[in-house]
């Protein structure tokens, strides 16, 4: 069956701009995560859903960055006045519920913040 | 909270040789430990995982790793490595009432022929 999706797989934006990452998770699967891979770093968790609920965003870096997930299904990353540092590699995974302890991911989308 | 050290940021190795990545961890409560892998502009794929029970778990491609509590490590062990074996290996941990993964920083393998 198909796996996570993630789209763009590439974006290259400007300082300053707004950006959306999509990620359709796999069919069925109401635990949605996001991580963030910074160069030669490993994954770090951002926020998580439970159905259309955010039930953790205690990852989330400061104010511009936001998620939603509004039908349960697909989720969008959204990231205002992007920064030089914002630049990585944003991981979406899904499981079938948050008790299941294995995360699907996805391949990702590369952001790079000129 | 918890966290992750891989100790070897790059393992070379020769085709067939063994091999073996480490991973210590360390948390004040019970954890699930997982190694990933991550080939080229691919996304992460389970290896194998170590939830309770016996303390030698087995995952695909032939890799197996331990989790030895007294010294809270995890290392991922493969008898024979294949050039396909070729990739970013990542540790990683998760508090059972938590549902967040801790990553290390990865090691990454390269086998030579």
């Known amino acids: 069956g198909a796996g996570v999706s993630q789209t763009p797989s590439n974006k290259v934006t400007e300082k300053g701009k707004y950006v959306e990452l999509r990620c359709d998770p796999i069919?069925?699967?109401?635990?949605l995560y996001w991580y963030r891979q910074s160069l030669g770093q490993g994954p770090e968790f951002l926020i998580y859903?439970?159905?259309?609920?955010?039930?953790?965003d205690s990852g989330l870096p400061n104010d511009r960055f936001f998620a939603v997930r509004p039908e349960g299904s697909v989720s969008t990353l959204k990231i205002q006045r992007t920064e030089r540092g914002d630049s990585a590699v944003y991981l979406c995974?899904?499981?079938?519920?948050?008790?299941?302890?294995?995360?699907?991911f996805g391949p990702g989308t590369r952001l790079t913040v000129l | 909270a918890q966290s992750v050290t891989q100790l070897d940021s790059q393992v070379p190795v020769f085709e067939e040789a063994p091999v073996e990545l480490r991973c210590n961890y360390s948390?004040?409560?019970?954890?699930?430990l997982f190694w990933y892998v991550q080939y080229p502009n691919q996304g992460l794929q389970l290896l194998l995982k170590?939830?309770?029970?016996?303390?030698l778990v087995k995952g695909i491609n032939g890799f197996e790793a331990e989790f030895n509590k007294s010294q809270t490590s995890f290392h991922l062990r493969k008898p024979s490595v294949h050039i396909s074996d070729t990739a970013e290996y990542f540790c990683?941990?998760?508090?059972?009432?938590?549902?967040?993964?801790?990553f290390g920083k990865g090691t990454l393998l390269t086998v030579n022929p």
């Open positions: 995974a899904s499981s079938p519920s948050v008790n299941y302890n294995e995360q699907f």
């Open positions: 069919s069925g699967h109401t635990a």
């Open positions: 859903f439970q159905g259309t609920g955010a039930a953790d």
């Open positions: 948390s004040s409560v019970s954890v699930y």
């Open positions: 170590y939830l309770s029970g016996s303390t």
């Open positions: 990683a941990v998760m508090r059972g009432s938590n549902y967040k993964l801790t």
